[in-house]
């Protein structure tokens, strides 16, 4: 057999996605059949990402039903790329106007005016033509300003009768209007089938809603679209498999989310929920859904929240912040009834939980028979509490990425240096908010040798000089070619 | 600080800690395990760490890019379109088959760096080709019937115009 072809399945896909010439690809594709399979995936007309302002694009794929029936998953966004997805889902495709994979013949288009609305107005009549013409897809991740145009393109599809799409993606791009309420409710009531769903909307507003009657009325409107998602999942999604829902508004920035905590979804076994309020449901929620790897839930408020014993056997990832139970973390730590540790990989602790002087002491025990943790987050605002996370470095010794989330970070190095002394194998630190300049690079690297990335820098080869013949080690900002030294030890 | 690392076939490599250091599972096995075990497996050059993947002839090879790159950060992720540094592409060359075997080794080895070097290398030796020209260099069966054929020129046919418009 072909050397190529006993690769394992995996590497082929990595080393497929790593082909930069779609002509390539497709002369790769068209050897056998084992390739043919292996390739379909990384073609450019399977996976495109486009502007959802992109006439042109769109209207040829309402007139020409042979290329849009090739069409597996689509990418709308602003930036027409694929990093513009929100969630730490896979990687989309390159974009059709990218170096990546250019397609000859493709010109992308400039926005004709600042008007998100007005530029997508083209758009909009083409759509349900796209949607009967993309006879194959299976996934849709949409990053727009304007949802009111998809609602003919998720009409068309269900007309289609017994099509669905396996991920559904549905992203507000913030611009000079919010989402209405009603809009929300309408695309919402034309999807369903999905194992993968994710929602996020930062500005939506109360509108007109189509069932005033269905629901309480009294509910602001975050909360509210909370509520008919779930209900869209629960009645219409029996296979959802990852869920991931950010939903918050001025009017109402901390929604509650007591229907999905209510909600059972049988198979999910992945949860992202941001800005909700915490309720004691949470805990019962998890406990009913033994599948989950992955669960990041960042909960305002002050219930209690616990988990059985039982809980979570299979959790890998567990995010849940900013939460005041100290419990809950001691709790997914200790052993299974059976005497198994919880698979965890990666944990978030809130500082705030642990105020109480010796209070850490129990989380600490618990965590060194955890030896497969590689990644802690430490949600500590203020950094008032960094002689905590010491503690919980010198409980983990494996830790290899430390992310923070704190405000002022820079006037709190002394103490946050101090904390770095305790993680012998720290290879990178991830900012949230936080403000770091090179020049604090230094002196947390003192502190912990192994770094090679903190917040947006990266260490470069030691020794560089720089213009006032300063030696130290050099750091660069990512994705940048710029560098600078600073002194270093 | 030394390690000896050993081939599939059993020849020994005698090599720095800043050279193993490059090795992801070498790191891990000599360096790493004394926080999990409570002792280092291998913590002197008297112990050897048996690779039993990686022929002699390949681990030969990506020692070299090791001792390269025992001082410097390689690039260890970029898209497709990324250049490397001339004496990468000099070292990876043109032999498809064996950019394959240091593909494998590189993933198996835990190489970021090199194994991103190896898929760039491939993807040169593939550029141009048409799918007769990647049969015969690899050694591939075709294996589609004439109609499988005809519907996938159809399927392509469309997009291929894209691809080279004439």
């Not at chain 1, 033509?129 to 006879?135: E, L, P, W």
């Not at chain 1, 992945?270 to 990041?296: K, M, N, Q």
């Not at chain 1, 970070?409 to 305790?422: K, S, T």
């Not at chain 2, 048996?50 to 390689?74: F, G, Q, R």
């Amino acid at each position: 057999m072909s050397a190529l072809l006993s690769l394992p399945p995996e590497l082929l896909d990595d080393l497929l996605s790593h082909v930069p010439s779609p002509a390539d690809l497709l002369s790769l594709s068209l050897t056998c059949h084992a390739l043919y399979t292996a390739t379909a995936d990384h073609l450019p007309w399977r996976r495109i990402c486009v502007y959802e302002y992109d006439t042109p694009l769109f209207s040829l794929l309402s007139s020409t039903r042979r290329l849009a029936s090739q069409l597996r998953r689509i990418a709308v966004n602003e930036t027409g790329h694929p990093t513009a997805s929100h969630s730490p889902m896979d990687d989309f495709s390159p974009s059709l106007s990218g170096p990546a994979h250019k397609l000859s013949a493709y010109r992308p288009v400039l926005p004709a005016t600042r008007d998100p609305r007005a530029n997508t107005g083209g758009v909009e009549p083409l759509l349900p033509q796209v949607a009967r013409n993309c006879a194959q897809l299976e996934e849709v991740r949409l990053n727009v300003y304007d949802l009111r145009p998809w609602k003919g393109f998720f009409q068309a599809l269900k007309e289609e009768g017994g099509r669905t799409l396996g991920r559904v993606e549905i992203v507000e791009e913030p611009g000079p209007w919010g989402w209405a309420l009603g809009d929300a409710e309408e695309v919402l009531e034309l999807l369903g089938g999905h194992e993968h769903f994710a929602w996020a909307s930062a500005t939506i507003v109360q509108g007109a809603l189509l069932s005033p009657g269905k629901g309480p009325s009294n509910l602001l409107p975050a909360s509210e679209l909370v509520r008919l998602i779930t209900t869209l999942l629960t009645d219409r999604c029996p296979t959802l498999s990852s869920l991931s829902l950010y939903v918050f508004s001025t009017l109402n920035p901390i929604p509650s989310a007591l229907p999905t905590f209510s909600a059972r979804f049988p198979a999910l076994r992945s949860l992202s929920l941001g800005h909700v309020r915490s309720t004691e449901l949470i805990g019962t929620f998890l406990d009913a859904h033994p599948l989950l790897e992955r669960v990041s839930i960042q909960c305002a408020g002050h219930a209690e929240v616990t988990i059985s014993p039982s809980s979570l056997p299979l959790v890998r990832e567990f995010d849940v912040v900013w939460i005041n139970s100290p419990g809950l973390y001691t709790q997914v730590l200790a052993p299974l009834p059976n005497g198994d540790l919880r698979p965890l990989e990666v944990l978030s602790i809130t500082a705030g939980a642990f105020r109480e002087e010796g209070s850490v002491d129990g989380l600490c025990g618990y965590l060194r028979a955890h030896k497969g943790i590689k990644g802690i987050r430490w949600e500590d605002t203020s950094m008032q509490l960094s002689e905590r996370l010491g503690a919980i470095g010198a409980a983990s010794p494996g830790v290899r990425t430390l992310s923070i989330l704190a405000f002022y970070l820079d006037r709190r190095l002394p103490e946050i240096a101090a904390a770095l002394h305790h993680f012998p194998n720290l290879e990178q630190i991830l900012i949230g908010r936080g403000r770091l300049e090179v020049e604090h690079c230094a002196d947390l690297q003192v502190a912990c040798p192994t770094l090679v990335r903190i917040g947006p820098w990266e260490r470069c080869e030691a020794g560089g000089v720089d213009e006032k013949g300063r030696q130290g080690l050099a750091w660069r900002k990512r994705g940048r070619r710029d560098w600078a030294i600073v002194n270093g030890p | 600080m030394s390690i000896t690392l050993i081939s599939k076939e059993g020849a020994q490599f005698l090599v720095s800690k800043p050279v193993a250091d490059r090795i992801g599972v070498v790191r891990d096995c000599a360096y790493g395990a004394d926080f999990w075990l409570g002792y280092a497996v291998a913590t002197d050059d008297s112990m050897g760490i048996t690779l039993a993947n990686v022929t002699s002839s390949i681990l030969s090879k990506i020692l070299v890019w090791c001792e390269h790159y025992k001082d410097m950060e390689p690039l260890v992720d970029g898209d497709s379109n990324m250049e490397f540094p001339e004496w990468d592409m000099a070292y990876i060359g043109h032999d498809m088959n064996q950019i394959l075997f240091v593909l494998e080794a590189a993933d198996y080895l835990h190489i970021p760096g090199l194994l991103l070097l190896a898929c760039k290398g491939i993807a040169d030796v593939l550029d141009g080709r048409n799918p007769r020209g990647i049969c015969d260099l690899l050694g591939i069966v075709m294996d589609f019937s004439h109609r499988q054929e005809v519907d996938m020129d159809k399927e392509n046919g469309y997009w291929r115009w894209f691809l080279h418009p004439t």
